[in-house]
């Protein structure tokens, strides 16, 4: 099956700091990449959607300029966590496709964030 | 109200046992997903349906568009099945609204 893979797994950072997560596509080429996030005992919740080589576009009351995607490539999509706070810190997965919505989504094992 | 409700909420089974797990939504849709997310916290794509049955081993799963109901099946249940089992939508809008997941416990 097709396999998603995401660095780093675990990361604590100090407040104020950004951190910049991977999520790669290893054996499929991802059009499409998926970034979520899931509280302590939550369900996950769609952050943004990633197409390669375009802008994302982002759920609503997620903040672009904190929640930076780049989706540079058909295997390569980063978010990045600018000035990172404690209410950041959270589960974040990424999942890709070969196509849109209709498609199969393959899920990244998570990184887990700890802002202290 | 949610848009995509889950019951039960917990779910504890005996190994062995027939396990069904129930999505209603609210909204028109595209596709309905089935996902399994194990204690680590990693998810799998179970099934992606948009009409009819899907059947992956000892997991089947059902959809009624007329209903808006989606059904998870699990049958000889494992103690290796013990996940939460979480039902998600695409709405015709595109956009993707989950579940709150029903957490299942199969006991040996």
């Known amino acids: 099956g097709a396999v998603v893979s995401q660095h780093p797994s675990r990361v604590i950072c100090k407040s104020g700091t950004s951190v910049k997560i991977e999520c790669r596509s290893l054996d499929f080429q991802a059009t499409t990449m998926f970034w979520y996030r899931q509280f302590p005992k939550k369900s996950l919740m769609l952050m943004a959607t990633s197409n390669e080589g375009s802008k994302a576009t982002y759920e609503q009351g997620v903040e672009k300029d904190k929640f930076l995607i780049n989706h540079a490539s058909l295997t390569l999509s980063t978010l990045t966590v600018t000035s990172a706070h404690p209410e950041d810190s959270s589960f974040y997965i990424c999942?890709?496709?070969?196509?849109?919505?209709?498609?199969?989504?393959?899920f990244g094992p998570g990184t887990r964030l700890t802002v202290t | 109200k949610n848009e995509v409700e889950q019951s039960p909420q917990n779910l504890t089974a005996q190994e062995g046992e027939f396990i069904t797990i129930n999505c209603s939504y609210s909204?028109?849709?595209?596709?309905l997903h089935w996902l399994q997310q194990h204690p680590g916290g990693g998810i799998v794509s179970l099934f992606m349906l948009s009409s009819g049955k899907k059947k992956h081993g000892r997991l089947i799963a059902t959809i009624n568009i007329q209903e808006k109901h989606s059904s998870l099946h699990i049958t000889a249940s494992h103690p290796r099945d013990s996940a939460v089992y979480i039902c998600?939508?695409?709405?015709?809008?595109?956009?993707?609204?989950f579940g709150k997941g029903t957490k299942l416990s199969v006991k040996p």
């Open positions: 909204v028109g849709i595209s596709a």
């Open positions: 999942s890709a496709s070969r196509g849109g919505p209709m498609y199969e989504q393959y």
């Open positions: 998600a939508v695409w709405g015709s809008q595109g956009n993707l609204i």
